[in-house]
């Protein structure tokens, strides 16, 4: 019997055999240059280089092989145990002649969990990147005498973290991105997300958005989130998937969000989605479909839409509303207009409407499964309301009073003065724009009547202060000559209303101007009537967030009637040209799809908003920005980092809080 199947108990190592090496002996050495020619076989991959299926697959054929060999040992040995010892202090050991099951179980790491347990070093990695710890931090307190595993043992295991799933890199740009199905095939197995697979179905949102991870260096990424039935909402909100975690990375790239850099980039992406949907997806030999929703905020939909942004004649992103009825809330209804077949043809023929200017990167979501992010939106409306009540507090000389009031509930504020870009270096009043949490707070919090009184009237404003556009508009309403810069424009306009400085709104405009001005009426400032505004607003934001069933919570026609009374009031207490694209949208398209998914608030982007923050942070303090000695692009190394976090989280390394209980 070879020592190779001898009993395990066997400690007197074997004695190595030397043997003599034949040197030619020819003086033309032409066997040596016959063996020096021949093709050099191809290098097999270690085993901790290949993926994590290719490593199981090498395993079995390990044991099939030595099971085989073993079957003529004498069967009086009850038995074999076979352990390889890797470079790097990993053991993999397997029996191939067994006992009992529990001894076949696979026994990794057996030298390591000595001084270092892997499932130490698994949490500690976790750690590491979820608080983005350095590696020289994590080797000081190695080195002082710390429990933390040695730096050599974390990278070992990092490396082999790494391949958790398969991370493909463009070749010129610094661009990684990751397989749909390997996500979905490595997520859905697991108990976490089996609840989410309703009827062999499965509903995924994309999104997509951009932002810059440092000073001068942008970046953008597309992620994917596994959706809760619509049918079979839980009733906490605790029980849905509302982490940036649980947002999974697809493309990552380092540039601009545009249009040509998305075709680039992420067209591979898109077309694997596509395919997904079409096909389904095996998992266990259980065939699952898959359905997409995509929201993103509008600028990210008008690029993958190939439509006109929002600033444009047809700015809606639904339906066919132009920026001359954006304002008329008397319509009953806007239907979701849109469709890629009404879209391709637009695009074919000579006269391009409706804003369509190129070709749909999302040919297979319809607009129909576009719901509004509830964020931006809220975002959106919500600095309207407080740069009006900025500019009111300068107009009435109570800037103090505003800087006392926001700095009461919380939120930090302050403005400064800058030369404008006219010759007359006229100086500019300028503020800080709050973040998303501070204005929340502020629309909920902050009390108008200390800060404005009921006065200066809102509905006047000078002549001077239009924008050039503005006084064409003006004009041409008028039936009079746009031409010329904007003293002439200013000049004919003033002609036309009489030799008045100010000019009252018209209902029928747009513009909060129109020109009979009369001093005897004009009218105060509602401070009372603002602040039910302010509060109707967050009112209809809060009840977004709250779940069916609840109190809070507003179905489709209860919410469908208060948001159009709001925006109606809104026109009345403020001004024509701050009704912005997402007013529209939240009276006309929130309810359509309230009625269709019954809950927006976790479709919405409001985790993508925080990955964002995390890939800056991790950009600052888990990457090499130069790429190291192997020279890897930023983008690959924030993907490991996904696939660790990932792999952490589905195999319980993350450590759960323990509950305070007050005692």
């Not at 959106?380 to 103090?400: G, H, M, P, Y």
Request: glycine content about 4%; proline content about 3%.
């Amino acid at each position: 019997m070879s020592n190779f199947f001898r009993p395990w108990v066997e400690t007197r190592p074997a004695v190595p055999v030397h043997r003599r090496v034949m040197l030619p002996l020819n003086n033309n050495m032409q066997d040596h240059d016959d063996m020096e020619n021949k093709k050099t076989p191809r290098k097999v991959k270690g085993f901790f280089e290949l993926k994590h299926s290719q490593r199981g697959e090498r395993k079995r054929k390990y044991q099939s092989a030595f099971q085989e060999a073993s079957s003529c040992v004498h069967s009086d040995i009850s038995s074999i145990k076979v352990q390889f010892n890797f470079d790097n202090g990993h053991v993999l050991s397997f029996f191939p002649r067994k006992v009992s099951p529990d001894e076949n179980a696979s026994l990794e790491d057996e030298g390591v969990k000595k001084s270092q347990d892997l499932a130490v070093i698994q949490q500690v990695i976790a750690v590491k990147d979820k608080f983005r710890i350095s590696d020289e931090a994590l080797h000081e307190l190695h080195m002082i005498g710390s429990i933390i595993p040695s730096k050599s043992a974390i990278n070992t295991e990092k490396y082999r973290l790494n391949t958790t799933l398969e991370i493909m890199s463009h070749p010129t740009a610094d661009c990684s991105t990751r397989k749909l199905e390997h996500i979905l095939e490595f997520v859905l197995q697991h108990q976490k997300y089996q609840k989410y697979i309703e009827n062999d179905t499965v509903t995924l949102r994309f999104s997509c958005d951009g932002a810059k991870i440092a000073k001068n260096i942008s970046s953008v990424r597309g992620v994917f989130k596994i959706l809760a039935p619509r049918q079979s909402l839980p009733d906490k909100l605790e029980d849905l998937s509302m982490c940036p975690e649980d947002e999974f990375t697809l493309f990552f790239y380092i540039g601009d969000e545009n249009r040509c850099s998305l075709e680039e980039y992420a067209s591979g992406t898109l077309r694997d989605m596509e395919n997904v949907q079409l096909n389904g997806i095996v998992i266990n030999g259980r065939k699952i479909s898959v359905k997409w929703i995509m929201t993103c905020d509008w600028k990210a939909l008008a690029l993958l839409r190939g439509i006109n942004g929002a600033q444009c004649e047809f700015f809606c992103m639904w339906c066919h509303c132009s920026k001359k009825q954006i304002c008329d809330f008397s319509i009953p209804s806007w239907l979701i207009q849109r469709s890629k077949e009404e879209q391709q043809t637009v695009l074919n023929s000579e006269k391009k409407t409706f804003g369509y200017k190129d070709t749909d990167l999302c040919p297979f979501i319809s607009y129909h499964d576009m719901p509004i992010d509830d964020l931006h939106m809220r975002i959106r409306i919500s600095l309207k309301l407080f740069n009006q009540l900025v500019t009111w507090a300068i107009d009435q000389k109570s800037e103090d009073n505003l800087k006392r009031e926001l700095k009461r509930v919380g939120v930090s504020f302050r403005m400064w003065e800058e030369r404008g870009d006219d010759k007359l270096n006229t100086k500019v009043r300028k503020w800080s724009q709050p973040t998303g949490d501070d204005l929340r707070k502020i629309i909920r919090d902050v009390q108008i009547h200390h800060i404005l009184d009921n006065k200066k009237d809102r509905h006047y404003v000078s002549i001077e202060s239009l924008s050039v556009q503005q006084l064409r508009d003006e004009l041409t309403n008028r039936q009079l000559s746009k031409k010329g810069k904007k003293p002439e424009l200013v000049a004919r306009l003033k002609d036309a209303v009489g030799n008045n400085t100010k000019m009252r709104r018209n209902v029928g405009s747009r513009l909060q101007v129109s020109y009979d001005f009369s001093e005897d009426e004009e009218q105060d400032l509602d401070v009372a009537a603002l602040q039910d505004l302010w509060s109707g607003f967050h009112t209809l934001m809060e009840s977004l967030r709250a779940l069916p069933g609840t109190d809070n919570y507003k179905d489709m026609e209860t919410f469908a009637k208060e948001a159009k009374e709001w925006a109606t009031e809104f026109r009345k207490q403020t001004f024509d040209e701050d009704v912005i694209p997402y007013i529209h949208a939240m009276v006309y398209h929130v309810p359509q799809f309230l009625q269709t998914y019954h809950y927006i608030h976790d479709i919405g982007v409001a985790q993508v908003e925080r990955k964002n923050f995390d890939h800056r942070q991790a950009y600052f303090g888990s990457t090499n920005r130069n790429g190291s000695k192997w020279k890897k692009h930023v983008s690959k190394q924030i993907l490991e980092r996904e696939n660790r976090m990932l792999w952490s989280s589905l195999h319980g390394t993350v450590r759960e809080k323990r509950k305070y209980v007050k005692s």
